[in-house]
Structure formats: structure tokens, C-alpha cells
């Protein structure tokens, strides 16, 4: 059975690559990668930490690339690598799009679809943007959908999928924190060696989506810096993303606060670690309010809308939306209330085990009939 894993972004790369691996490390399967380079140098970060070697790199980047850029390179680049690999079975994970290229691109050549991470719903069509579109638009052509949780398989039921076709498995996202995580590692960042992570309380931000440009991010760094001059015993670290106007807003408002640590985005194996020692994130990322419960991190998620409300309602996270009161007032009850802070840190991570890889796998090869 030959099977063609597509991711283009590092989140993609994060989640797929426990299932390449275990693609790997089974008879019966022919395991094939094809990344679309969306992402560039964050994809590449995430392929040498796991070891994978793609068979096929489309190299689509480009600076200032459109979403439909994205869209058209791919189909494109796709069409000859699906003629050629002639695969049984397409693998994609999320919402990119990426993802529902490769989906529709398998779709024009009678590929089935396996869709890891499926069933994440807002509700809004426009939040988050494109990625809400994206991950509906794949489950439309999916053939198995492999869903993180009951509650998003609850979500394809009541949006009219067969329930013969959708697996709860865990989050892949689980199984790479336990590859990458270590008590001992050290950080090429030298400034992060040495942070006080046991007598201070480090906060880990991270804010950079297209919704939240603007004013809403404006909001959303002032309730951190009136938090900040409230409480002393409070730090941020806070990797920028490389967007302009995200880091110009930063500029703005923290200037240069003694007490804020701005550096630039981290790979993905030090930003897991960091995460590992950090009292607790504020985040509006989708990714992180699944990673950070792992580690036993209260999340802040400074959005209006969350697709993930598997870890508010476990009590993992809470949905603070983007006004500066209410991140302020979030941020203060963390640090100011032992009982606030232990409720969500020992609340129960509802996205998995650590073996959503191996439990998708097997699903694949009994689905086929295939013995590995």
C-alpha cells in the first residue's frame, strides 16, 4: 500500500511527523513525503529535528505570497507528483492550505483522503481565516477522518458524516512533545539559560494571527504590560513573529520594559522546552492550547473564537478574547491566586496519550485489510 504524506508549514511537519515515522516502521506500507515548502525555513527546522527526508520538495515559497499563490503552486506542483507516486491513500493533517490542495489535487486523481486532526470547528466561517474554511473544505473530500477528540468527532456527526468513517485517535501534537521534551536541555539563546523559571513567573506570549492585527493585538499587548508593572515578580518572553506590524506593535507598547524579553520566533525544539519551563502561556495560537496542557501550563487564549474548546471546557485553558481588561485581569488571577493557577494546571489534558500515531496506522492497515 503506498501511502503520500503532504504537509507544507512547521504545525503540519509538528503532527505528521510521528505518523511518518510510524508509517516507517511498518510491513505492508510504502511511505511517501511530499512537502510543499508553504512554510520554508520553519518546515525545514521540524524535518531535521524528526530525521525525515522528503521524497518530493515543490519549493512554493516565496516572500509576500498570496493564498492563492499557495493554492495554484501546489495543485500544480501536485498534479505530477500524484502521476507519479500513484499513491493508495493521501495523508494530510489541520487546516492550510496546503492541506486542502493536496486534498483536492488526491480528489481530481481518485486518491483517498485521510485527514489527521479532523472534526476542529470555531463556528465562524471567517475565524481563524482561511484555516476554518480550509479544514471544512478537506472534510467535505476526506475518505477517514481521524479525529483528536469525541468532541470533534461529535462535530462531523452532527455535520452529516458517516460515523463508520471517523476514529478518534488523540492529538499527534501529544506524541512529538514527548520526542522533543528533555529536563536538561539548553538553549541556544543564551538569555533563556538563565531566567529565574522556579522563584519568577515566567510568561510565555505569543500573538501574531491576522484576525488580532491591529488594534485587537494592541489590546492584547497592553493587558500583558499593565499585568507586567502590576506584579514584579512577573517576566515575558515573548518570540516575536516576523511580521512587521506584528513586531512595530510590540515596539509600541513594551518599548524597552526591563522585564520583557523579545527575541525571534524559536524552532520548534526550543520553543517546546521553553514551553516545558514557563508558568504559564498567553497565546491566541491554535496549536499551543493542545502542547501546553502536556506540560501542565494554565493557557490564556487571547482570541473571540476557539476551535479547540476541548481544553476550556477540561479547565487546560481559558478564552479571554482580545479586549485589555479581560487579558489583564486574566493574566492578574494567574498570578495572583494559587487556587486560579493549580485548578487549570492539574486539569486533565483532554487531547491524548502520546500514541495517536501508531493508533492512526493501525486504523489505515485494518481499514485495507493489510497485516503490519
Known amino acids: 500500500m503506498r501511502v503520500l504524506s503532504v504537509f507544507g508549514t512547521r504545525p503540519e511537519a509538528i503532527k505528521m ?56 503552486k501546489s495543485l500544480r506542483g501536485l498534479e505530477d507528483v500524484m502521476k507519479e507516486l500513484r499513491p493508495d491513500l493521501l495523508l494530510v493533517q489541520g487546516d492550510t492550505s496546503t492541506v486542502f490542495a493536496a486534498a483536492l489535487s488526491a480528489f481530481y486523481h481518485g486518491v483517498e483522503i485521510g485527514h489527521v486532526e479532523a472534526g476542529l470547528r470555531s ?32 462535530n462531523l456527526l452532527r455535520e452529516g458524516y458517516d460515523d463508520r468513517t471517523i476514529f478518534v485517535t488523540g492529538n499527534t501534537v501529544i506524541d512529538a512533545l514527548k520526542y522533543v521534551a528533555r529536563e536538561d536541555y539548553t538553549f541556544e539563546e543564551e538569555l533563556l539559560n538563565h531566567l529565574d523559571y522556579s522563584g519568577r513567573k515566567v510568561v510565555l506570549l505569543t500573538c501574531h494571527r491576522r484576525e488580532n492585527l491591529g488594534a485587537p493585538m494592541s ?23 516576523l511580521n512587521p506590524a506584528v513586531r512595530q506593535l510590540a515596539q509600541e507598547v513594551f518599548q524597552d520594559h526591563p522585564r520583557v524579553l523579545r527575541i525571534d520566533p524559536l ?14 502561556v498567553v497565546t491566541d495560537s491554535g496549536g499551543i492550547q493542545e502542547e501546553a496542557p502536556y506540560f501542565g501550563k494554565p493557557v490564556l487564549v487571547v482570541r473571540e473564537e476557539t476551535e479547540r474548546w476541548e481544553g476550556v471546557e477540561a479547565g487546560t485553558a481559558k478564552l479571554v478574547g482580545t479586549q485589555e481588561e479581560e487579558v489583564y485581569r486574566a493574566i492578574s488571577e494567574l498570578l495572583d491566586s494559587e487556587q486560579s493557577y493549580r485548578s487549570m494546571a492539574q486539569a486533565i489534558n483532554p487531547y491524548g496519550d502520546g500514541h495517536a500515531a501508531q493508533r492512526i496506522v493501525d486504523i489505515i492497515l485494518a481499514q485495507k485489510g493489510i497485516e503490519g
Open 267 to 280: 524552532d520548534y525544539l526550543p520553543f517546546s522546552n521553553l514551553m516545558m519551563r514557563a508558568n504559564f
Open 17 to 72: 511527523a510521528p505518523i511518518v515515522l510510524e508509517l516507517n516502521k511498518r510491513e505492508g506500507i510504502e511511505s511517501f513525503v511530499a512537502v510543499t515548502g508553504q512554510h520554508r525555513q520553519m518546515l525545514d527546522q521540524v524535518l531535521k529535528i524528526f530525521n525525515i527526508t522528503p521524497d518530493v520538495d515543490l519549493n512554493i515559497f516565496a516572500s509576500g505570497q498570496s493564498l492563492t499563490d499557495i493554492a495554484v
Open 219 to 241: 489590546h492584547i499587548f497592553t493587558g500583558v504590560k499593565r499585568a507586567l508593572d502590576e506584579h514584579p515578580e512577573m517576566d515575558v518572553v515573548f518570540p516575536m513573529h
Open 123 to 154: 463556528g465562524n466561517l471567517y475565524s481563524p481565516y482561511p484555516e476554518e474554511a480550509n479544514r471544512k473544505l478537506t472534510g467535505v473530500l476526506a475518505n477517514y477522518h481521524f479525529a483528536p477528540t469525541q468532541a470533534n468527532r461529535e
